[in-house]
């Protein structure tokens, strides 16, 4: 019952709106050929995923074992700690790291 638009081109720092009347969920989608749940967030949907203005509408989307047989999990933010919607004994845990490009020209 969703209106679903595709926003990865715009940098917002999701992938996905979905929208019914006025909810909006906000959503990144992270996809894994193996089966450990273990992402890399870029900077922008980290600082998206945080944003207390975002968190209760952001989902985060891992979907494991893509090209087999694939097994979504929908971690939300529940005030504390991101949490797997359907089994709540999978909590998200968040190393924040620096990065950098070296390169010779």
């Not at 019914?20 to 989608?29: A, D, P, Q, S």
């Not at 893509?66 to 919607?85: Q, R």
Request: aromatic residues 8%; hydrophobic residues 35%.
């Amino acid at each position: 019952g969703y209106n679903v638009i595709s926003v990865e081109k715009e940098n917002k720092g999701w992938d996905l709106e979905a929208t019914k009347g006025r909810n909006t969920i906000l959503i990144e989608v992270k996809g894994l050929s193996g089966s450990e749940i273990s992402v890399r967030i870029s900077r922008n949907e980290y600082e998206k995923m945080k944003d207390d203005n975002n968190n209760s509408n952001y989902s985060l989307c891992v979907v494991t074992q893509a090209l087999k047989t694939p097994h979504l999990s929908i971690f939300l933010f529940n005030g504390k700690k991101w949490i797997d919607e359907s089994d709540s004994s999978l909590v998200l845990s968040i190393d924040v790291q620096i990065a950098a490009i070296a390169y010779v020209k």
